[in-house]
């Protein structure tokens, strides 16, 4: 086994909105300009550090829009979103659950505050990552995934160092329900302080963590705070996490998609065509019909 | 910082990088936050503006306090107010940016200087305010006789990726439809081109 090394820990960029309900900070693509296939097959990472909202009767949120071409996942830490879509799902995310959905050949959603949570106000904290498919899957039948917290598989880390909750792929023989397209290892390491776990990757696999909670230190050296994103080289297959406090850290890897990429905002596509095609179904209806 | 500029004066005309520095001596750029005002109802300007970036819009406000977007102006589009512009008359529509934007101020004089410089250019702008009036012809016919789904039509064949960045009440303004109406135009289509699973 060679050691993964860290090749950046990147303090999270300046955050903006999306509509007024997500205060993010996005690490990639354009937040580090780290460029469109650093982190492939993951096309977008979303940070939502935790923000306390204040009461409100009418949700916050973003109201509706399209994607095309790649799954969007929803990972909730604190408070709870609602979505609906133009082929009749709605559902709640709340805190600890993971929402996978494959936009595929194309949904029209939106997601607000759920009106309970946006009544109360409170904490709010959650990822998005966008994950790109490959050519052959991109018009696929749209589809969602409802990972709650309490199905999720979990990993228990000896002497009662934490657990591991497997969203997609494998982690030490625990398999994630997550069904992917492509090779993708997706985890929440929940670990209490001053212990530490052994995470193997496969040494191509792009792969990053989001300190989510309290703060670790990678291979023993560097030290990476909560809300930093640490990315690692392509250069070994293992690497160790000691946490300096109580923690929780996004692990995300994943087999990088070797295939041009034509985006513009909510599509992800192959070519400059199919991107235009995209604007066109969208603008016709084939997306279908949301009421804002 | 005119880079974007000099690339769509080249893709239009073969101005030459030595003949684009003389006539873009003295020009400058502004950059205009979402939500501010570029041009006032009531201003006489002598400067007509092209995007580089962002999106903007010109608008009027009717004596009940509505507005009818006249134009909206992407990358690579002219924006101004002619009457101001052309006549020094006091400008009739008021111009903001809907993004956060970046402009080059156009003085009357430019199109003068380019001409001289490098008369190429004449041709392009000929041709230029030719399409303009065929555009401005097409846009009063759709909106007289158009149905409000053929002016929606119409748009989204021309600014194909705007629904995505301009609001829907601002786009019914644009077409001379009510919002309400835009929306039932937007679901017939999804009645018609949407496979539900």
Sequence with gaps: MKTKTVQQVLPPPAPHMVGDGFRVHNFFPGGYNMGQKRMSPFFLLDYNAKIDFSPRETPRGVGVH???????????YQGAVAHHDSYGHSGVIRAGDVQWMTAASGVLHKEYHEAEYSKQGGLFQMVQLWVNL????????????????????????????????VIAGEFNGVKGSAFTFTPIHLYNVRINK??????NLPEN?????????????????????????????????TFT????EDSVVLVLSGEPIDEPIAAYGPFLMNTHEELEQAFSDFNRGVFGYLED | MLQAFKEYLQTKTSI?????????????????????????????TSYTFFVMKGLLRAYSIDEQGKEHVIQFAPENNWVGD???????????????????????????HFFERTGQHAPQFNRFNVI?????????QRRVNLLLSATAEQRYLDFIELYPSLTLRVPQWMIASYLGITPESLSRVRKELAKRNFKSI
């Design chain 1, 66 to 76: 399209p994607h095309r071409g790649f799954e969007t996942v929803t990972i909730a």
């Design chain 1, 134 to 165: 490959p050519a052959k899957d991109k018009m696929s039948t749209p589809k969602y995934q409802s990972i709650t917290a309490g199905e999720m598989n979990h990993y228990d880390i000896p002497g009662n160092g934490g657990r591991v909750d």
């Design chain 1, 194 to 199: 001053g212990t530490s776990l052994t995470i």
């Design chain 1, 205 to 237: 696999y792009n792969t990053g963590m989001v300190v989510i909670e309290g703060g670790i230190k990678v291979n023993e050296s560097a030290d990476a705070p909560q809300d930093n994103f640490v990315l690692f080289k392509n250069d070994g297959d």
């Design chain 1, 241 to 244: 996490i000691t946490a300096t």
């Design chain 2, 16 to 44: 030459s990088d030595e003949q684009f520095q003389r006539i873009t001596e003295g020009v400058v750029t502004r950059k205009i936050k979402k939500d501010s005002v570029l041009l006032k109802k009531g201003d006489v």
């Design chain 2, 82 to 108: 002619r009457n101001s512009f052309c006549f020094n008359e006091p400008a009739i529509f008021i111009v903001d940016a809907i993004e956060d934007s970046e402009v080059v101020c156009i003085d009357q």
């Design chain 2, 128 to 136: 230029a305010l030719n399409n303009l009036i065929r555009f401005m």
